[in-house]
């Protein structure tokens, strides 16, 4: 029995760490599941306190399964066992799982065969923190091959980049680790102001550089005329790469940084080995004649559209689950937050 064959960096230790990092609100922990002797499964468990003294339990892109197995629903069984006797120890009100398995999409995403959360008696979540649609391009190819998936225009703008002397710098290599989250941080601010999302405080992409490694998650910038114009945040493991957080200065849009820098860190993983790069998030995507559609009032629907550019597959996941250990607590905490007081 082998684990389920993608997985992400969202299962590893070092992720936990990095969760954990963020203050006292946060802990986790790591289940393995045993068979014959060898690892046949297992899960990260994160923890997040609440009000009253409760906490919640969160499992990100897992757990780790080999779900066309035969034996997935007793892995599941014993796992959920060893679940609830955590979850009696930390007081938890809920288990939430975010699936790293899909409803549509490349066969390794592959989704669980006659496999039904519901049997185990999840119910949909009333929140995620994972995006459920996303692109994924395939890279275990040439460099010519992987060009000729994009967009002509995704192309065009990577040479257009290179062109106009656009350089890729790298955390620790080119820049000191933390100017260049400094810098990154500030790119976030404006883009966050531009666009209208919320980011992060600069300690926590310094946290996860540091907490993952160069091995598993690195910064790119892009460098023009000695300015920082744009960067982003990438992290490698396994089969999967994942293009994770992304910012850049409004002012200097007409040399493309964006395309260059996307293009470097997909080179980084074809030469790492992995198969698949994450563009991590798109607006729902309807496939019609070979072009992929979305609502354009979507929120995310100009990344959507810069993302598009690079070509790649259409991969919805499994929405997130929930498993009540509490209903009374639950339903108190769930008109709380409605109330606004959580």
């Known amino acids: 029995m082998a684990l389920h064959s993608l997985g992400s960096v969202h ?25 014959e002797g060898k690892i046949c499964g297992g899960a990260l468990i994160l923890r997040r306190r609440l009000p009253l003294g409760r906490c919640w339990l969160y499992i990100p892109k897992g757990p ?45 995403f592959a989704p669980a065969e006659n496999f039904a959360w519901h049997n185990f008696g999840f119910r949909p979540a009333h929140a995620h923190y994972q995006p459920e649609h996303t692109l994924v391009l395939e890279i275990d190819k040439n460099e010519k091959e992987i060009l000729d998936q994009m967009k002509p225009k995704g192309r065009y703008n990577i040479k257009l980049a290179e062109k106009k002397g656009v350089k890729v710098l790298e955390a620790g290599n080119s ?35 540091q907490k993952l490694g160069q091995k598993q998650a690195r910064l790119y910038l ?45 080179k980084t993983a074809q030469k790492n080995g ?26 995310w629907a100009g990344v959507t559209e810069f993302k598009l550019k690079f070509g790649g597959k259409k991969v919805d996941f499994y929405p997130a689950q929930e498993l009540i250990y509490r209903p009374l607590f639950y339903w108190l905490i769930r008109l709380r937050k409605k109330l606004g007081r959580g």
């Open 222 to 266: 892009a460098q023009w005329e000695d300015k920082i114009i744009a960067g982003i945040l990438v992290t490698f493991y396994r089969n999967l790469a994942i293009y994770y957080f992304g910012a850049s200065a409004s002012q200097y849009r007409n040399v493309m940084a964006p395309y260059l820098l996307q293009w470097e860190a997909i």
């Open 175 to 209: 820049l000191p680790l933390k100017d260049a989250v400094r810098s990154f941080h500030q790119l976030l601010l404006e883009t966050t102001s531009r666009d209208g999302f919320a980011g992060h405080p600069e300690i926590y992409y310094l946290e996860m550089l």
């Open 274 to 299: 992995q198969k698949w790069y994450d563009f991590l998030g798109t607006a729902p995507l309807k496939d019609e004649d070979g072009e992929f559609k979305y609502d354009s009032r979507h929120a």
């Open 64 to 108: 780790l399964l080999n779900y066309a197995d035969s034996m997935v629903k007793d892995q599941m069984n014993v796992l959920l066992q060893e679940l609830r006797n955590l979850g009696k120890r930390e007081k938890a009100v809920y288990l939430r799982v975010e699936p790293g398995l899909l409803k549509h999409g490349p066969t390794d």
């Open 11 to 35: 299962q590893l230790s070092s992720w936990g760490q990095f969760q954990a990092s963020k203050g006292t609100e946060w802990g986790f922990w790591i289940l393995a599941l045993f068979w």
